[in-house]
């Protein structure tokens, strides 16, 4: 099945500053790659999502962009803000799989004010 | 707030036990994930329905069991429970099957602890 690998699982960054968070997929056939922002405790919660047939997405401080041939994608925030302090998970689905998401183990992003 | 809802909040109980959580869809939503979250696991998939119909099967152990019933609502039994069953609990909802790749919307799961 399809392995995704997140890196890094810790990240501390000034306020203001940029993150990036990147992860690898396995299986050359997932086509949708999520990324999720989980609070302590609370659920994880779409922040921005990405299809196989776009190469960038852009949403105010935050994008994604996928290299299909090297199969990874990464979610970049700009002018980070305390508030964005959370744990981030990405994701791949592969369809002849169902939608089930295979999940990167997560990193902690840390903003320092 | 997702429109996903899940009961109960909090689960206590002891080894050896049965219990079931409860997990109603965002309205029009058809399709139904359970996860579970461990420290050292991270978010696994565990099960998938569909319109009433299991379509994909995960890490789920033969201890638990889930279905979704004709309103769309699905339960997840998890039986003889370990210590080590002790995590988050995730329901997700998306309008379809999925096939095509589509949005998850997370419930706030349920938190089950197993003394």
């Known amino acids: 099945g399809e392995n995704v690998e997140q890196h890094p699982s810790t990240l501390s960054v000034q306020e203001g500053d940029s993150a990036v968070i990147k992860c690898t997929y396995s299986d050359s056939a997932s086509n949708y790659f999520p990324w999720y922002k989980q609070e302590l405790g609370k659920r994880p919660q779409l922040i921005i999502d990405i299809r196989s047939n776009v190469g960038e997405k852009k949403d105010q401080r935050i994008a994604v962009t996928l290299n299909k041939t090297a199969k990874h994608f990464s979610l970049h925030i700009t002018e980070t803000q305390p508030e964005d302090s959370a744990v981030y998970f990405c994701a791949a689905s592969t369809p002849n799989t169902g939608n089930q998401f295979y999940f990167g183990t997560g990193t902690s992003l840390t903003v320092i004010p | 707030d997702s429109g996903v809802t899940q009961t109960p909040k909090h689960l206590i109980t002891a080894t050896g036990q049965r219990v079931t959580l409860r997990c109603s869809p965002r309205?029009?939503?058809?399709?139904v994930y359970w996860y579970q979250q461990s420290l050292d696991q991270g978010l696994q998939f565990l099960i998938h329905y569909y319109n009433g119909e299991e379509r994909a099967k995960g890490n789920i152990l033969e201890r638990f069991s889930a279905q979704q019933f004709p309103d769309l609502h699905s339960e997840l039994n998890l039986s003889s429970l370990e210590l080590g069953d002790s995590a988050l609990y995730f329901c997700?909802?998306?309008?379809?099957?999925?096939?095509?790749?589509?949005?998850?919307?997370f419930g706030p799961g349920t938190r089950l602890l197993v003394l």
């Open positions: 997700a909802s998306s309008v379809e099957s999925g096939m095509f790749g589509e949005t998850q919307y």
């Open positions: 309205s029009g939503d058809l399709s």
